[in-house]
């Protein structure tokens, strides 16, 4: 019973090249939520997705950063011309989605900590 | 624009005593809300959640505490055990389209 994963685990980048971020869901898991935490800060919301469709990117930065979450496939999170300060710890969870308190309940992955030097 | 505030970086407390987190949040459109627990280089788990329609939930030894009026919650763990050290975020949500976090608790449980 494979929870969430994400891959890679670290992923070191100098300033200017791409970094891509891979996340599968749980098994049966519609929807995707990515996360961003800076050091010594929270949590942050970037981005839900569900199966071929971004419901809410309000939390994403407008330039240089995408996620998509094709029919097939892990969802990716992809940053462009990446630069110092995306250094963090990005996780991805995943709920079944639907109505009900069980809409709520995100189960994460161990996230993906990138370093950008 | 922080939604979502822990106004406690860190916790001690003594093995067997009981633990209090506590989280306040502004938007009162906020319906459910929810704690997690994260150790280090590990991805946060949910822990206990309450629904805006409730004021208290239990689950073994964690109690979730909301005051809706007050736009506070709090997490009790009664007896708090050094398996429980690690660092506590409270989120909250409207409509399970975004979630909003705060910045953690790091409680540490003396033996």
């Known amino acids: 019973n494979a929870g969430v994963m994400q891959n890679p685990r670290h992923l070191v980048r100098r300033r200017g090249q791409e970094a891509r971020l891979r996340c599968s869901p749980m098994?049966?898991?519609?929807?995707?939520y990515w996360y961003r935490q800076l050091p010594e800060e929270g949590l942050k919301f970037m981005v839900y997705l569900q199966k071929e469709n971004i419901i809410?990117?309000?939390?994403?930065?407008?330039?240089?950063?995408?996620?998509?979450?094709?029919?097939?496939?892990?969802?990716?999170?992809?940053?462009q011309q990446v630069?110092?300060?995306?250094?963090?710890?990005?996780f991805c969870a995943s709920s079944p989605g639907g109505r009900g308190p069980s809409s709520y309940e995100q189960y994460f992955g161990p996230g993906t900590r990138l370093t950008v030097t | 624009?922080?939604?979502?505030?822990?106004?406690?970086?860190?916790?001690?407390?003594?093995?067997?005593?009981?633990?209090?987190?506590?989280?306040d949040y502004t938007n009162s459109m906020f319906d459910y809300f929810?704690?997690?627990?994260?150790?280090?280089?590990?991805?946060?788990?949910?822990l206990i959640s309450i629904s805006s329609i409730k004021d208290k939930n239990e689950d073994g030894r964690f109690t979730v505490f909301l005051n809706k009026s007050?736009?506070?919650?709090?997490?009790?763990?009664?007896?708090?055990?050094?398996?429980d050290s690690a660092v506590y975020f409270c989120a909250a949500s409207a409509w399970s389209n975004?979630?909003?976090?705060?910045?953690?608790?790091?409680?540490?449980?003396?033996?």
Not at chain 2, 38 to 45: F, M, S, V
């Open chain 1, 27 to 32: 098994k049966g898991h519609s929807h995707v």
């Open chain 1, 56 to 79: 809410d990117e309000s939390g994403m930065p407008k330039e240089r950063f995408s996620a998509e979450f094709p029919k097939e496939g892990p969802s990716i999170l992809r940053i």
């Open chain 1, 83 to 90: 630069v110092r300060g995306d250094s963090a710890a990005y």
């Open chain 2, 1 to 23: 624009d922080q939604q979502v505030k822990q106004n406690s970086p860190s916790l001690s407390v003594q093995e067997g005593r009981i633990s209090i987190l506590n989280c």
């Open chain 2, 34 to 46: 929810l704690w997690y627990k994260k150790y280090p280089a590990e991805g946060p788990t949910f």
């Open chain 2, 70 to 83: 007050a736009k506070h919650l709090s997490l009790h763990i009664v007896p708090s055990q050094p398996g």
């Open chain 2, 98 to 111: 975004q979630f909003y976090f705060g910045t953690g608790t790091s409680l540490t449980v003396i033996p």
